[in-house]
């Protein structure tokens, strides 16, 4: 791979000769990628900075809300609203859309994110990140919620940054996945994988173990074959990891394969899922998609839901392809 060739380069590129981005797309993930610099800056500091702990709020999900939640929210909307690509943004964090301010030129694009996933995580130094979703918004005058109702399958680009170890930005336009190293000397992301390919099998799951008693029987059956190792139906020993920040889990299986499942279960039977499908599912199951790999609920392919709200949970099965399919198939099955 050649050496250094920042995000904008890429960006700029994809634009020219492979013709998949407008300007103004790229404009819009130019200023994504800086809004998570600086919130990569605010989470690095820590203990440092006013910026750990609890802010005492409660957001639409009935969650309640971190600092760096509202921080990395407000940092989101600041960088976005003013740049005349967008004309309204959507967050896990707020209740209603944020429509761009009348001050400011309104663009053709719709910006849906999850400003900091991960949250649990912020105090134990483990890994958290953003996601993000870009829709077209269809032809009329003025921009609703409405708008944002569309199938993951109409996304022009998704992406997460992960702020770990390494603050890593993931993309997707439609052609493929690459992955981009912020170096802090130079300030800028640099390209450092390119067509990233989840292997089809497997041997690593990741599913929070202990909801095991509320599943489903499809996933008790799929995790408990896992389990049984070479003595098993399986005949080989799987591995397992649980994150809690859905972006390191998927970061991993984008790097080294694995299914990632969060599946409906008995806790609340009236909940779809406990992940949102505009903020979460649908960004990650493109990638994963874009990487070789599958994203399902169970029964259907994730980016074929058709929205009913702008905060719908989604049960969440993805990762390598084979393995997504066989819990598929268990599905179907039941
Ligand atoms: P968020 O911090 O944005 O609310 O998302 C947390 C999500 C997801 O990142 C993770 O996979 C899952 O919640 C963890 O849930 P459990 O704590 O139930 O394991
Ligand atoms: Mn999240
Ligand atoms: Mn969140």
Redesign the pocket.
């Known amino acids: 791979m050649t050496k250094n060739i920042s995000l904008t380069r890429y960006l700029v590129e994809q634009q020219r000769s492979e013709g998949h981005i407008p300007s103004q797309l790229r404009l819009l993930l130019e200023v994504v990628a800086r809004a998570c610099k600086s919130i990569s800056q605010a989470v690095n500091k820590g203990d440092l900075g006013d910026v750990m702990g609890s802010a005492e709020s409660e957001n639409i999900q009935g969650e309640m809300q971190k600092k760096l939640d509202i921080i990395a929210n407000e940092v989101l909307i600041e960088a976005n609203e003013w740049g005349g690509h967008l004309a309204a943004m959507a967050s896990?964090e707020m209740e209603g859309i944020y429509v761009v301010p009348n001050r400011y030129p309104q663009g053709e694009y719709l910006l849906l994110f999850?400003p900091?996933?991960?949250?649990s995580n912020i105090e134990v130094n483990v890994s958290i990140?953003t996601?993000f979703s870009v829709l077209l918004k269809p032809e009329g005058t003025g921009v609703s919620e409405q708008d944002f109702l569309q199938a993951g399958a109409k996304q022009v680009a998704a992406g997460y940054c992960v702020y770990g170890p390494q603050t890593t930005l993931v993309l997707t336009v439609g052609d493929g996945v690459a992955m981009f190293t912020l170096d802090r000397e130079q300030g800028s992301f640099i390209l450092t994988k390119e067509n990233v390919k989840v292997p089809e099998d497997t041997k690593e799951f990741a599913i929070n173990m202990s909801n095991m008693r509320h599943w489903d029987a499809p996933v008790k059956r799929y995790v408990d074959e896992c389990l049984q190792g070479v003595e098993g139906p399986r005949a080989k020993d799987f591995n397992m990891r649980w994150i809690a920040?859905?972006?390191a889990d998927v970061h991993r299986i984008l790097t080294r394969g694995g299914v990632f499942m969060y599946p409906w279960d008995k806790r609340e039977p009236n909940k779809p899922g406990k992940?949102?499908l505009m903020?979460?599912a649908n960004p990650m199951s493109w990638l994963i998609e874009q990487a070789g790999g599958a994203a399902t609920n169970g029964k259907e392919r994730i980016m074929d839901i058709a929205p009913s709200k702008l905060h719908e949970r989604v049960s969440v099965i993805l990762g390598s392809k084979n393995e997504v399919e066989r819990i598929t198939r268990y599905h179907h099955e039941a």
């Open positions: 896990e999850d900091l996933d991960g949250s990140g996601i920040s859905m972006v992940l949102r903020y979460e």
